[in-house]
């Protein structure tokens, strides 16, 4: 038998057994935090609507081809792949929508390639800025993100413009 599938088993008897233990009400304890996660998701709800509206307005307007033609030239002049800039525009904004960008290079270009192994560092060393501010900041009730958001997205910009610079001095061109 295959031990690994009796670790999830043996997690809830043992959380069980501990409890009963503890004399803790486990029912109770579970239905109040289904409705603490249900009166998250209620606050959270407004935030994600809002920023998947405005992903998909901002793919279906041409913006993010718009942005890519124009910056292609400085990325060029930095040293970074004009290929990278689709990726270094969505990776803020939607983390799904970065790894269909991210799949997409890495299939046309390879993964063992500079523009792969620059796009699977960038992947790696960035964030969903905006995603991560509407989840955790609705969850939170905060409203003003005062300077999150700015020093969210310069950490992105240096972790985007690192990403090429390091596989090149790792991996070569």
Known sequence: MDFSALIVPALLAGTAAYALGKKVDVYGALTAGIGEGLSTIVKILPSLVGLLTAVY???ASGAMEFLTTLLSPLLQKLGIPPEMTAL????PISGSGALAVGSELM???GPDSYIG???AVMLGCTETTFYTVAVYFGAAGIHRTRYAVPAALTAD????????????LFFGT
């Not at 270094?88 to 990776?91: G, P, S």
């Not at 910009?157 to 090149?168: E, G, H, I, P, Q």
């Open 88 to 91: 270094a525009l969505i990776r």
């Open 157 to 168: 910009l240096v972790a985007f413009l690192s990403a090429a610079w390091c596989v090149r």
């Open 57 to 59: 307005m901002f793919r």
């Open 107 to 109: 299939q046309q270009y």
């Open 117 to 119: 192994r620059t796009a």
